[in-house]
């Protein structure tokens, strides 16, 4: 393979990758946006929304797409059972309390999907894994292909939301300021329950569609957790667009770095990358002066 076909190669990988980091931080950006919350739970709702796909995939018989459109909602159950017994009660106790909670929360999720799930690591088989198509000198599978236009379209139906409809001009305005919120009518208890639900189906999707890619394990839970603080500290606290911008950077920077250096050692120079960026911009690329 020639050089510019290894750099597309890196290119087609990264994207695709990018695509779903997308979907974690920016759930995670809600959370924070929304509820002045570093969750921590909110890797764990993706590991369990790659367990659920798995679930309703192969022990139900669904099938992967209908696995997929089953778990959004069901995670965003979760995301709201989360919040009524875990965060809401916690309401005016301090900013440490309810990060302490959603690290019990997430000890918790692990422990129970060892517990549903156990021995080995589970692999959601799909056909469009067997399936691998060629241009230009670059190689992916049908999975691939699939999980970015997935992402891609789960992430425009987002930002339609949250443009177009009275909810999401809710939650924009509540991220913004939320006592001006409540002067002009909006029930920022709502919200809050709101975003956090959604926060949990978008990590939750995102789960699922990486689940064909990569092996589903209780463990994936912090993983994720990191890729999303990666993503949102690369983008700027606060920032969906640069949640985004972030999400590609760092699949692109992971596959470009995994494909022409040392795979192992990615997550180190992840790590070195943020600590550059964070010294040269504090804020990320989009942030703002703070988070409110």
């Known amino acids: ?3 510019s076909s290894l750099v597309l190669q890196q290119i087609v ?3 695709s990758l990018g695509s779903v980091y997308v979907l974690l931080a920016v759930g995670f950006t809600l959370s924070l946006g929304v509820l002045k919350l570093l969750n921590i739970a909110h890797g764990h709702f993706y590991m369990l929304g790659a367990y659920l796909v798995f679930s309703f995939a192969h022990l139900a018989g669904l099938g992967y797409w209908p696995a997929v459109l089953l778990t959004i909602p069901s995670m965003f159950l979760v995301g709201v059972i989360v919040h009524l017994v875990g965060i ?3 309401d005016g106790k301090g900013y440490l309390a309810p990060i302490l909670s959603t690290l019990a929360i997430a000890f918790l999720m692990e422990s129970i999907a060892l517990l549903i799930w156990p021995g080995t690591v589970r692999l959601i088989d799909t056909p469009y894994n067997d399936v691998t198509y060629s241009l230009a ?3 992916f599978t049908e999975q691939r292909l699939l999980t970015f236009v997935a992402a891609l379209a789960l992430t425009a139906g987002l930002f339609f939301f949250l443009q177009r409809t009275k909810i999401g001009k809710a939650l924009r305005a509540t991220t913004q300021n939320e006592d001006s919120a409540e002067l002009v009518g909006v029930n920022t208890g709502v919200i809050r329950l709101f975003a956090l639900g959604l926060s949990a189906a978008l990590a939750g999707a995102a789960g699922g569609l990486i689940g064909p890619l990569f092996a589903v394990s209780p463990g994936i839970g912090l993983i994720a957790l990191f890729k999303a603080l990666v993503v949102v500290l690369l983008g700027g606290l606060g920032s969906i667009l640069g949640a985004v911008l972030g999400g590609f950077l760092l699949g692109l920077f992971e596959a470009f770095f995994g494909g022409f250096v040392n795979a ?7 790590f070195v ?3 550059i960026i964070l ?8 942030g703002r002066e703070e988070l409110e």
């Open 1 to 3: 393979m020639s050089s």
């Open 13 to 15: 990988n990264g994207v």
């Open 88 to 90: 809401k009660p916690l």
């Open 137 to 139: 000198g670059v190689s």
């Open 264 to 270: 192992a050692w990615t997550p180190v120079a992840t």
């Open 273 to 275: 990358l943020i600590i």
């Open 279 to 286: 010294v040269v911009r504090p804020r990320g690329l989009f």
